[in-house]
């Protein structure tokens, strides 16, 4: 018996020091308290107020908040965060509080809050950024209007292009050689085929680049073009002995045919009974 009521003694004193350890916390944060800080409350940061003035008779103490986004709340000061102080002196006890910041804490309806008056005070400033706004979307649609024409003119500028550029292709497909530089022709290759002491010929099936008594042959004109107007060559490359062809075997070109022409026909000549059978018929007039 004697160690349970010992105890309970040590429970009771471990109590009773927490309860004044709290009450000493609390005294301490009613103190650094004062009418008009910022605060913000339950440990949120958006949930923000002003102090107005401790309630008196309360345990744990609290202090009457004026929400920033409307309203009072009666907060405990465990709940209260300051994040801005104006560091001003607690009121007296019997210090009358302003009309404007006795709180009713009954059914009765509130006095209209500051609020109400802010806005009507502001109801020219309204009016004045009304007209700011109609000015600016004015401003938007002559912009929006400007725009679309500007676009019906590029769109117009495209067509155009697009119709240029179909042009130029047509005129490429047409073309027989694209190249910037020169069309192909015999008198050209002969003159790149002189300068190097070459000669070129035409038979049958193709052209025939010589050189002395090496030959080489090649179907299109166009190879050897692309041969000889580089800036070096080499001989072994253009004549190897695998494509060489015997000069004795080259054959002339093929002669054309002159197509033989067609022979007119005449129409045949009108036997006299013919004649004599149409005058009658007056089909043809008489002379």
Not at 18 to 35: A, D, H, K, Y
Not at 98 to 118: C, G, H, M, Q, R
Not at 197 to 225: N, P
């Amino acid at each position: 018996m004697n160690s349970i009521s010992i105890h309970d003694t040590k429970k009771d004193r471990i109590a009773q020091t927490r309860q004044e350890t709290t009450v000493e916390r609390s005294s301490n944060q009613q103190t650094s308290l004062f009418p008009g800080d910022k605060v913000y409350l339950c440990g949120d940061t958006t949930y923000t107020g002003t102090l107005i003035h401790p309630i008196e008779r309360t345990s744990p103490p609290r202090w009457t908040v004026q929400l920033d986004r409307g309203g009072y709340e009666a907060v405990n000061i465990q709940h209260i965060t300051v994040t801005e102080s104006k560091n001003k002196p607690l009121p007296q006890a019997n210090h009358s509080y302003p009309e404007d910041l006795e709180i009713p804490f009954n059914d009765a309806p509130s006095k209209p809050s500051p609020v109400l008056k802010t806005e009507e005070n502001t109801l020219p400033q309204l009016e004045e950024r009304i007209k700011i706004l109609e000015n600016t979307v004015k401003q938007l649609e002559a912009q929006k209007k400007a725009s679309i024409q500007q676009y019906r003119e590029l769109e117009q500028e495209n067509e155009i292009l697009k119709k240029d550029l179909e042009c130029a292709k047509q005129v490429i497909r047409r073309a027989k050689d694209a190249s910037p530089v020169m069309r192909l022709s015999l008198k050209r290759v002969l003159r790149l085929a002189h300068h190097a002491c070459m000669d070129v010929k035409r038979t049958v099936g193709g052209w025939i680049l010589q050189m002395g008594d090496q030959a080489r042959k090649f179907r299109r004109l166009a190879d050897i073009w692309d041969i000889l107007s580089v800036d070096e060559f080499i001989l072994s490359e253009i004549f190897p002995p695998e494509k060489l062809i015997d000069v004795n075997l080259i054959q002339p070109p093929r002669r054309r045919k002159k197509p033989e022409p067609t022979q007119k026909k005449t129409l045949p000549l009108m036997r006299p009974e013919d004649v004599i059978r149409r005058r009658t018929m007056s089909l043809v007039p008489s002379g």
